[in-house]
């Protein structure tokens, strides 16, 4: 394959996936030196350690999470940072509370910052949502699963901002007592 037409042919994936690995171009029978000229050319950007993306796709307030998402598929957004994507409270998380197995590695991940939290058994598996961001698909617990889990860890986050988001959540009738 000519390297004019490896390099339309990878400009095609980016735009009907959002985002690319490297892994994904060899899989699709691309030689990875296409993503260096690309790269280089400007018509590709590296958004993270083997991630890359077109220059003008759009970024959305949640970059963060598809970023973790797709670098860290088996963890779960949970906490302050399933608050701010349910937009409930007022917490703005500087990092990216993510909870995974007890037994699973820590994500390795240089941007953004990651705060991990394990859970085991049901507390991981119950009340997970999927959502697809900048074409990643994110997993986030639901608004009562986080709630809960704001006062399991209430000694971590504190008492204040999980009262808070309870009583926001309630008013706007964002889950159920069954929930």
Same mark, same amino acid.
């Given at each position: 394959?000519s390297?004019a037409?490896?390099s339309?042919?990878?400009?095609?994936?980016?735009r009907?996936?959002?985002s690319?690995? @490297?892994?994904?171009v060899?899989?699709?029978?691309i030689?990875?030196q296409?993503?260096s $000229?690309?790269?280089? !050319?400007?018509a590709? =950007?590296?958004v993270?350690r083997?991630?890359?993306?077109?220059?003008?796709?759009?970024?959305?307030?949640h970059h963060?999470?598809?970023l973790?998402?797709a670098?860290?598929?088996?963890?779960?957004?949970?906490?302050?940072?399933?608050?701010?994507f349910?937009e409930?409270?007022t917490?703005?998380?500087h990092e990216?509370?993510?909870a995974?197995?007890? @037994?699973?590695?820590?994500?390795s991940?240089s941007w953004p910052?990651l705060?991990?939290v $394990?859970?085991?058994g !049901?507390?991981?598996? =119950?009340?997970?949502?999927?959502?697809?961001?900048?074409?990643e698909?994110?997993r986030?617990?639901?608004?009562a699963k986080?709630?809960?889990?704001?006062?399991k860890?209430r000694h971590?986050?504190?008492?204040?901002?999980?009262?808070e988001a309870l009583r926001?959540?309630w008013r706007?009738r964002?889950?159920t007592m069954d929930?």
């Amino acid at each position: 394959m000519s390297p004019a037409a490896a390099s339309q042919r990878l400009l095609r994936l980016a735009r009907r996936r959002g985002s690319i690995t @490297r892994r994904e171009v060899a899989e699709h029978g691309i030689h990875t030196q296409a993503l260096s $000229r690309l790269v280089s !050319a400007g018509a590709l =950007e590296r958004v993270s350690r083997g991630r890359y993306r077109l220059p003008d796709a759009p970024i959305t307030e949640h970059h963060g999470l598809a970023l973790v998402a797709a670098a860290a598929p088996n963890a779960v957004v949970c906490l302050l940072s399933a608050l701010s994507f349910h937009e409930i409270g007022t917490q703005l998380p500087h990092e990216v509370w993510v909870a995974v197995d007890r @037994r699973a590695r820590r994500p390795s991940i240089s941007w953004p910052r990651l705060r991990v939290v $394990r859970f085991g058994g !049901a507390a991981l598996t =119950e009340g997970i949502e999927t959502h697809r961001v900048e074409g990643e698909t994110v997993r986030v617990y639901n608004v009562a699963k986080t709630l809960a889990d704001l006062f399991k860890y209430r000694h971590k986050i504190g008492l204040d901002a999980a009262l808070e988001a309870l009583r926001e959540a309630w008013r706007a009738r964002r889950f159920t007592m069954d929930a």
